[in-house]
């Protein structure tokens, strides 16, 4: 059986380099791997951490691209790929424009589609945008649903899907999580080498989203300022993400405050080690939701929704919204109320155990696909 993976986006690669592992070691499978490099430097980052070569990249990436760009890019180069491998089965990741275009590409040659993270929803089609409806089109396209949860699978129940062809399987991320977190390690990184983890209180922040640019992310940035000033035993690290639009919003807000540390985006391992190390994350990242548990460290979700339902119940993860008054009052309860720091740190990761990508492969060589 020939499994064609393909992702393009950090983290689709992070979630996916431990099940594209599971699938090479199989003796029965034969594992071909293609990107799409929506993401370039982001991904390669990835692909090096995981001593990953990709068998096809079709090196898509433009500048400040759009979502129209996307889309066509990877429907045309997916279109090559799939008629010289003829793969049994496409596995795609989540919920990017490369995951539902190559969605899109391998129905269109009839070819079935495993949609790994299946199932997460807002029921909001323009939050996050364009993520909800990349992930409901794919579901719809998708003949074998490896969702996470309990709650994804009753999502796409909901939506029709057939229940033989869901399989809960829990998170990839944290088969990711697990293979680094333990690996003694040491920073390389000029900044976070001289910051005092121990002294001071670091706070990690990552913003991205689309529907977060603009008046949003002023309003984020603004919360993130007002604390570095209130707090002096408060240091913020950012590792700003590559959207040029991004880089120029935390620029103008951040830029030369004092104790906020604007650096370049970190590979997977310093990260995890800088997120282990801190003392709270704020953040609009889906997968940091899911990993934070896992280190014992609260989230702020600066959104204004989340499809990690599962994580806020837990008590892992606060949804923080959008507004700068409220996001700077949540910051200062979880800096200045050890019992309610306590409680969120001290919960259960409800995503999963790290053998979703042994599951996975499993199933795919038990099922009869048509
Ligand atoms: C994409 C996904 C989003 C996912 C996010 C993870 C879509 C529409 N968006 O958003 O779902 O949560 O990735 O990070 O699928 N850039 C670089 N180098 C890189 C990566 C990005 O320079 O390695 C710059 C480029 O100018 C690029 C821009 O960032 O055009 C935006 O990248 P894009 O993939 O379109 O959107 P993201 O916001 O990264
Ligand atoms: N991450 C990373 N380096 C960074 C920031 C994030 O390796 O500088 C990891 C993070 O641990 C998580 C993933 O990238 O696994 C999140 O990616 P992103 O925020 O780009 O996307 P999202 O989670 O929103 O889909």
Same mark, same amino acid.
Do not use: C, W
């Given at each position: 059986m020939k499994i064609l993976t393909v992702f393009g986006t950090r983290p689709e690669a992070?979630?996916?380099a431990p099940l594209v592992e599971?699938?090479?070691?199989?003796? /029965?499978?034969?594992? @071909?791997l293609c990107v799409t490099a929506q993401h370039r430097e982001m991904l390669d980052q990835v692909l090096a951490l995981f001593a990953l070569t990709p068998d096809y990249d079709l090196n898509i990436m433009k500048q400040d691209q759009s979502v129209n760009q996307i889309t066509s890019a990877v429907l045309n180069g997916m279109e090559a790929v799939l008629e010289r491998e003829k793969p049994d089965l496409v596995l795609v990741h989540g919920?990017?424009?490369?995951t539902f275009a190559s969605a899109l590409a391998a129905f269109y040659k009839k070819i079935p589609v495993g949609h790994v993270e299946a199932g997460l929803r807002t029921y909001d089609k323009y939050s996050p945008y364009?993520? /909800?409806?990349?992930? @409901?089109?794919?579901?719809?396209?998708?003949?074998l649903h490896f969702a996470p949860t309990e709650r994804n699978r009753q999502n796409l129940l909901a939506e029709g899907v057939r229940?033989?062809?869901?399989?809960?399987?829990?998170n990839t991320v944290i088969d990711a999580l697990l293979k680094v977190k333990d690996i003694p390690y040491e920073f390389e990184d000029e900044t976070l080498k001289s910051l005092d983890f121990q002294g001071k209180r670091v706070i990690t922040v990552t913003c991205h989203r689309r529907e977060n640019l603009g008046e949003n992310m002023a309003q984020i940035f603004g919360a993130i300022r007002d604390a570095a000033q209130a707090f002096p035993d408060v240091e913020v690290v950012y590792p700003v993400h590559l959207n040029p639009r991004v880089r120029q919003a935390a620029r103008e807000v951040l830029g030369g405050v004092e104790r906020v540390h604007l650096i370049a985006p970190l590979q997977?391992?310093?990260?995890?080690?800088?997120?282990?190390?801190?003392?709270?994350?704020v953040t609009d990242s889906g997968g940091m939701q899911e990993e934070a548990p896992s280190l014992g460290k609260p989230v702020l979700v600066v959104r204004k929704e989340t499809?990690?339902?599962e994580a806020l119940e837990a008590g892992t993860v606060k949804l923080a919204g959008v507004s700068r008054e409220t996001i700077f009052s949540m910051v200062k309860e979880l800096l200045t109320e050890k019992e309610k720091y306590r409680r969120m740190a001290g919960a259960k990761n409800p995503y999963g155990d790290g053998r979703a990508c042994d599951r996975i492969v499993r199933i795919i060589k038990n099922v009869q696909l048509e």
């Open positions: 992070i979630k996916m599971a699938l090479q070691k199989d003796k /029965e499978l034969e594992s @071909v919920d990017t424009t490369t364009p993520e /909800e409806m990349n992930r @409901v089109l794919t579901g719809h396209i998708a003949e229940e033989e062809n869901i399989f809960i399987t829990g997977y391992q310093p990260f995890v080690n800088l997120m282990a190390r801190s003392f709270l994350i499809e990690r339902p």
